[in-house]
């Protein structure tokens, strides 16, 4: 089965904070994804990855970074955490058109 | 506009009852995939069934079958004979030019449609 692990299930950081979410994929796939999760909004895509070193920005970007030094993990970075970043934030690869998702991680800004 | 529409944010339905789940999407790529996933409270996202544009035939994975009608721009989630652990948020998504793209773009989500399943 293809595992997708995410480094925190919930965070808790104050305003102002660099913030760091990590993302693992055990199955050599290509593709990683940040998505953000908020009520009556669905997920939305912060920035994905198709390769080592290689980012392309998403839909939502604005006040994010990313980072991929390996194949198998993806960085998501919270230059200076608001409040506005709180969310639930999801992690994703493929290699396919099919997407698999990690458990996500609960961010609050405070 | 949106690309994703889910219409209904909360539907109430009985066990046993078959459920039918709304998706319409907006595209002017003719290669593309839709998608459906489920989110039980636990938050993990469970991939259900996939369709691509081009394929011929509905899409069917046990007791979920994706009613697709190109014409209409419209892929309903069908779930036969509902369980009450099919009580979860649902949703909908899009990626473009994934037949010719490989699968390195993101997808694009509806607001989703929250399903509780009485006894």
């Known amino acids: 089965d293809v595992k997708v692990t995410q480094s925190s299930r919930y965070l808790v950081k104050r305003t102002g904070e660099k913030v760091f979410l990590e993302c693992v994929q055990d199955?050599?796939?290509?593709?990683m994804f940040w998505y953000r999760q908020d009520p009556g909004l669905g997920l939305r895509l912060i920035y994905f990855?198709?390769?080592?070193?290689?980012?392309e920005k998403g839909d939502i970007p604005e006040g994010y970074s990313v980072s991929r030094e390996k194949k198998e993990r993806f960085s998501l970075i919270l230059e200076s955490a608001s409040t506005n970043q709180t969310s639930m934030y999801l992690c994703?690869?493929?290699?396919?058109?099919?997407?698999?998702f990690g458990p996500g991680t609960r961010l609050t800004v405070t | 506009a949106q690309k994703i529409t889910q219409t209904q944010p909360g539907m109430f339905v009985q066990e046993k009852e078959a459920v039918t789940l709304d998706c319409t999407y907006d595209?002017?790529?003719?290669?593309?995939?839709l998608f459906w996933y489920k989110q039980p409270s636990s938050g993990e996202m469970i991939f259900l069934i996939y369709?691509?544009?081009?394929?011929?035939q509905n899409a069917t994975e046990g007791r979920y079958s994706l009613n697709f009608q190109k014409a209409r721009k419209s892929a309903n989630l069908v779930i036969s004979a509902s369980q009450l652990g099919d009580s979860a948020m649902y949703f909908c998504?899009?990626?473009?030019?994934?037949?010719?793209?490989?699968?390195?773009?993101?997808?694009?989500f509806g607001k989703g449609t929250h399903l509780i399943i009485q006894p």
């Open positions: 994703a690869s493929s290699v396919g058109p099919r997407q698999y």
């Open positions: 199955m050599d796939h290509e593709n």
């Open positions: 990855s198709y390769d080592v070193k290689m980012k």
């Open positions: 595209t002017s790529d003719p290669s593309y995939g």
């Open positions: 369709q691509g544009s081009y394929d011929q």
């Open positions: 998504a899009m990626r473009e030019g994934v037949v010719a793209g490989g699968g390195a773009d993101g997808l694009t």
